[in-house]
């Protein structure tokens, strides 16, 4: 769950514009793909607690 | 005055009519055995599944605001406005910790509001009232924003109208509409509303985002003319500016820890019907942010677009920056296409703006109305209660708009973030730990708050020639601080609010002031649907 929340706050990590994917900046497609890291993490936490049927 | 676009209008009418005809037909919806009860009308009911929960809390914080201030932000300066992305994804894992823990003690104690659980939690009637009352504040301008984002529309199709009574008559019918239904229906009408804002939301945007980098040959174009533009007016840029990026990621922090301690975002996840629904949705719920950052990009294309017209309308002699989507719409979309992506940001106001009045509406009734003027009141009487307060607020954001300068709400809600954010100490971390004295949280309150305003109040803003309020971005160094960078005042605020709430716990503590009894237990914390010990 950290990871997920840590993670888009590194702005060292995707305040560049290299490289480019279809067209976008680093900068764009890099946060874009921070939103499936953080429903990956949130989506394990759920499944690790979730109430037994 | 420009031409109205009557396919655009009549499109624009027409769906709104039907929306506006479900929201009627909603207090029929799940019919409750009587709505003369608060939890009926302003929770609908707690009964809402997975489905319904994902519409409403996403067709709640995802508003028409939202969708035309984003994209305004990053066609005025670039990367920086592009924060809302980084904080809606860490928003999620954040709520879904303290949210569920607000869901299970609210569900066996019967509380509606976040200011009910301090109550509880502090046994500290003040501190409730502090916590509504800041909350009622900071949803108002919030509400009025959702009408910036229609008048947006309305001003796009051509309805500007040459008197001050024919430019605000389109606005206060909708929001007739809107209150009428509300006070039908509560909850379940925007729950209802959701599913129709949302599936239009997607159809339009993932349309958008076919079709109009199509029509303007890609994607790097599109980057390539933002930033040509930024780089020749030498302001903003495709990355965060040199020294922004503590600003940017505060911004990112605050704006997520705000996000859900607004009154409207808790009654959205009280609605719910159990634990596993609330986990479940803040795991899907990020899927919005997605669309999110593609609307945001609507900013970018809106400058490649500049040769094909598109550029903010001029309203008292004042570019409208807020006008662009709309105008990007107008301009790139056939008429009929446009008329619909209107009406989903006109809906997509509608939504937000009935469960924010009826949040509002549920604090004033069970934090000042049962509180201090009705201690008896019957369940019946406080749903009426509810159901008027919602028609005030909604009346008061209203006459904001439409009496005061839009800039003075863009303001406020702005000062209301910083507002809300002062209430984490005492309904955030009161979820987890029980060690705050409610002297110490009042005091941390108050200044976190005085804090706050001061540093806003301290930032101009030269694009509107305003010397106070235009802004988030606090210099540290004039904290005489040696670093010089902004960072985002909310975020100060907090900081200032926690140090004096811990230091006035030691102090009342040693001072032995009584401490208020904690209402809940240990246990309340876990609760889950079906649970025995329900206290109602």
Not at chain 2, 18 to 29: D, E, K, Q, T, Y
Not at chain 2, 215 to 220: D, H, K, P, V
Not at chain 2, 258 to 268: E, I, K, N, R
Not at chain 2, 311 to 326: E, R, S
Request: proline share 5%; net charge positive; charged share 10%.
């Amino acid at each position: 769950m950290a990871i997920a929340i840590i993670v888009p706050l590194l702005t060292f990590l995707y305040d560049g514009r290299e490289p480019r994917l279809f067209g976008f900046p680093r900068f764009y497609w890099l946060q874009l793909a921070f939103i499936g890291l953080g429903v990956a993490c949130t989506a394990i936490v759920y499944r690790m607690t979730r109430r037994k049927p | 005055m420009t031409e109205i676009n009557w396919t655009e209008l009549v499109i624009f009418s027409a769906l709104f009519l039907i929306v506006a005809a479900l929201g009627f037909v909603a207090s029929r919806w799940r019919r409750p055995a009587s709505m003369h009860h608060l939890d009926e009308w302003g929770l609908g009911g707690r009964s809402f599944g997975g489905w319904v929960t994902w519409f409403l809390i996403g067709g709640d914080l995802y508003t028409a605001y939202t969708f035309v201030a984003v994209p305004a932000l990053l066609f005025a300066t670039g990367g920086n406005g592009f924060f809302a992305v980084p904080y809606t994804v860490i928003t999620y894992p954040i709520a879904f910790l303290a949210l569920i823990r607000l869901w299970s003690v609210s569900h066996r104690h019967g509380f509606v509001t976040p200011a009910d659980f301090v109550r509880a939690r502090f046994g500290s009637p003040t501190l409730a009232l502090l916590v509504a009352i800041t909350g009622i504040v900071a949803t108002m301008p919030y509400i009025a924003l959702q009408l910036i984002g229609i008048e947006a529309v309305l001003k796009a199709i051509g309805l500007t109208g040459d008197s001050f009574f024919a430019r605000h008559l389109p606005l206060i019918i909708a929001f007739g509409i809107l209150a009428a239904y509300t006070y039908q229906s509560g909850l379940r009408a925007p729950a209802l509303i959701a599913f129709v804002k949302d599936a239009l939301i997607y159809i339009v945007i993932i349309t958008a985002v076919l079709y109009v980098p199509h029509q303007l040959g890609g994607w790097e174009t599109i980057f390539d003319a933002a930033d040509g533009k930024f780089t020749a007016a030498k302001k903003g840029g495709l990355l965060l500016a040199d020294g922004s990026q503590l600003q940017y990621i505060t911004l990112a922090i605050g704006s997520a820890l705000a996000l859900f301690l607004y009154p409207h975002s808790v009654t959205g996840v009280l609605a719910s019907k159990n634990r596993d629904i609330i986990k479940r949705n803040m795991a899907a719920l990020p899927a919005y942010s997605l669309l999110l950052g593609l609307i945001a990009l609507l900013g970018f294309m809106a400058i490649a677009a500049k040769q094909h017209g598109v550029a903010p309308l001029v309203i008292d002699g004042k570019p409208d920056n807020n006008t662009i989507v709309p105008v990007l719409f107008d301009r790139m979309f056939p008429s009929w296409f446009a008329g619909i992506a209107f009406a989903t940001i006109g809906i997509g106001a509608l939504v937000p703006a009935a469960i924010m009045s009826i949040a509002a509406a549920n604090l004033f009734t069970r934090n000042i109305y049962v509180e201090y003027l009705a201690k008896e009141a019957t369940h019946a009487e406080q749903a009426r209660v509810s159901k008027l307060a919602s028609l005030v607020v909604k009346l008061g954001a209203l006459l904001v708009i439409v009496l005061i300068d839009p800039q003075f709400s863009i303001d406020l809600q702005l000062i209301g973030g910083v507002l809300i954010l002062q209430t984490l100490p005492s309904v955030a971390l009161g979820l987890f730990t029980r060690w705050f004295h409610r002297t110490g949280l009042i005091a941390g309150w108050i200044a976190g708050l005085s804090a706050g305003l001061a540093m806003l109040y301290t930032i101009p803003n030269p694009a509107t020639h305003h010397d106070h309020f235009g802004g988030s971005a606090f210099a540290l160094s004039k904290l005489g601080l040696p670093w010089n960078v902004p960072i985002y005042a909310g975020f100060v605020a907090v900081a200032v609010n926690l140090l004096v709430s811990v230091i006035g716990t030691l102090i009342a503590r040693g001072a032995k002031v009584p401490e208020g009894v904690d209402a809940t237990a240990g246990s309340d914390y876990f609760a889950d649907e079906g649970d025995p010990k329900q206290v109602r």
